[in-house]
C-alpha cells in the first residue's frame, strides 16, 4: 500500500510563492508518474501539473509559467513550487502516484489559500 505524505500548504497574498512537498512510501518511486490536483469549492478536482518517470512534464493552462512541478527520486518525493500566486488558485492540493495497470493512489490534500 502507498502512502502520500503532504505538506507545505498554508495561507498567502496575491503574487506570493509556496512550495508544496509530497514523500511517497510503500512502493517504488523512480518509475511513477507523480501529479498534482487540485479541488476548490465547488468545483470538480482538477489536474495541475503532472511529472514522467523521465522528467516531462505537463501543466494546466492556468499555471504554465508560474507553477513548476518536480521530483527527487533519491528522496522519493515530488513537489509544486507555486509562484505569483493568484485568489483563484485557492483550493486543496492533493499529491497523486500512478503507474499503468499497477496503482492509482492520493495523499489527503493539502489546503493553499491565496487572498486579494
Given at each position: ?51 514522467g ?11 504554465k ?16 513550487q ?26 489527503q ?5 491565496v487572498?486579494?
Open positions: 500500500q502507498v502512502q502520500l505524505v503532504e505538506s507545505g500548504g498554508g495561507m498567502v497574498q496575491a503574487g506570493g510563492s509556496l512550495r508544496l512537498s509530497c514523500v511517497s512510501s510503500g512502493t517504488t518511486f523512480s518509475g511513477n508518474t507523480m501529479a498534482w490536483y487540485r479541488q476548490a469549492p465547488g468545483k470538480n478536482r482538477e489536474l495541475v501539473a503532472r511529472i518517470s523521465g522528467n516531462n512534464t505537463y501543466y494546466t493552462n492556468s499555471v509559467g508560474r507553477f513548476t512541478i518536480s521530483r527527487d527520486n533519491a528522496k522519493n518525493s515530488v513537489y509544486l507555486m509562484n505569483s500566486l493568484r485568489p483563484e488558485d485557492t483550493a486543496v492540493y492533493y499529491c497523486n502516484a500512478w503507474r499503468w495497470n499497477e496503482f492509482d493512489y492520493w495523499g490534500g493539502s489546503l493553499v489559500t487572498s486579494s
